[in-house]
């Protein structure tokens, strides 16, 4: 069922892909969010940042001595939310389907635009 139309695909620039990519290693920020704020299908972001850290362990690599150690740990501690920030609270209905969402208050910006996307 065609309807004829041609769709064309969208290019996007190196500078948009990059964008995107390091808004996804923002701590506490979902891939799927990033995609959707960007109006972009999550699968694609994903390749993205796949290809995104490939070039950066080959750089990495190419880099570093020998005398290096192959792996340094490190102490990453998970961003705790402020107490006093309240979750952005949805709850969608649709005919029997009853969907509670919280959001949290710091990416309002994003939980903003998924609700666009869900409404239209």
């Keep these: 069922m065609s309807s004829g139309v041609k769709r064309r695909r969208r290019r996007h ?18 891939l799927s969010s990033v995609a959707l ?3 972009i299908n999550a699968n694609l972001l ?3 940042v796949k290809e995104a850290t490939g070039k950066t362990a080959l750089t990495t690599i190419a880099a570093s001595s020998a005398r290096a150690p192959s792996f340094v740990p490190v102490a990453i501690s998970a961003p705790r939310p402020l107490e006093s ?16 969402i919280e959001w949290p208050a710091s990416a309002a910006q ?4 998924w609700l666009k996307e869900l409404l239209s």
């Design 110 to 113: 994003y939980c903003a635009l």
């Design 85 to 100: 920030e309240r979750p952005i609270r949805l709850q969608v209905r649709r005919r029997s389907l009853r969907v509670t």
């Design 13 to 30: 620039s190196a500078a948009f892909k990059a964008e995107a990519v390091v808004a996804c290693r923002e701590p506490g920020v979902s």
């Design 37 to 39: 704020a960007r109006q």
């Design 46 to 48: 994903r390749r993205w």
